[in-house]
């Protein structure tokens, strides 16, 4: 919606116009990991393809020792201690910077990320994949992937959080590099045979409902304190607190 318009409602009037985009949002990405869950749940027809796909990955890889390296290094890029650094050193800069609402940002959307993923977790229980020769060992359940969901999450965050910094051509590139290493961190755990393909598909969608819920919710923050809408794929989600943390260091 043009921002004129939305200007133009009162305050009541626009916090509630953006809870209802951003409750649209949510629900648009959201229904896509419903479909998923069901199909889990209910042991559908897509749990068959899960599992031949599961065994023919496993046949193939299980003999190729630098593969199964490579991808343990690109696994471990998605691992919780990994992403509290990837994360938290440059929440540290910000907020020596002052930045503390991006902080508060980065904080609530990949903490909470996390205790998202784990109430899933536990709450549909599935088992994660078995083969009788396995090529590493994984604890927990399955669905969905925690890799997936955390690296869409905690990336994506850090993207939206630092895209002002960029030129519009560095910012394509960055764009295309995070999406790449996303999808890389699902896939090596394919590869490693820990997680089924609906797992990471239900990572994947599950962490864009968050974030987008994130980047919805602070938007509306943001407007609650009379400032300016923002387009986060371009501005980020606070982009004078970039720039005078910028501009400070």
Not at 14 to 39: D, K, N, T
Not at 141 to 153: N, T, Y
Not at 224 to 235: I, M, Q, S
């Amino acid at each position: 919606m043009p921002e004129a318009a939305v200007t133009r409602l009162g305050p009541l009037g626009r916090y509630e116009l953006r809870l209802v985009l951003a409750a649209a949002a949510v629900i648009l990405v959201g229904i896509p990991f419903g479909l998923l869950l069901q199909q889990v749940t209910s042991h559908g027809p897509l749990t068959a393809l899960d599992e031949s796909a599961a065994v023919w990955t496993n046949e193939r890889v299980r003999d190729d020792a630098l593969l199964i390296r490579v991808m343990e290094v690109i696994s471990f890029l998605g691992k919780p201690i990994f992403l509290a650094v990837a994360v938290g050193l440059p929440a540290l800069w910000l907020l020596k910077q002052g930045a503390h609402k991006l902080v508060i940002f980065l904080a609530v959307t990949c903490i909470g990320g996390g205790l998202v993923d784990s109430a899933v977790k536990l709450a549909v229980g599935r088992s994660r994949p078995v083969h009788d020769d396995p090529i590493v060992a994984a604890f927990g359940k399955s669905f969905p992937s925690g890799h997936s969901m955390s690296a869409m999450i905690c990336y994506g965050a850090l993207l939206v959080v630092f895209v002002p910094m960029l030129s519009p051509s560095v910012r394509k590139w960055a764009i295309a590099g995070t999406a790449a290493l996303v999808l890389a961190i699902g896939g090596s755990r394919l590869v490693l045979g820990v997680h089924y393909i609906s797992d990471v598909a239900g990572g994947y969608v599950l962490g864009l409902a968050w974030l987008v819920a994130s980047v919805a919710v602070f938007e509306t923050w943001r407007s609650d304190r009379g400032k300016r809408t923002t387009k986060p794929t371009v501005e980020g989600v606070e982009p004078e607190e970039v720039k005078a943390a910028v501009g400070a260091s």
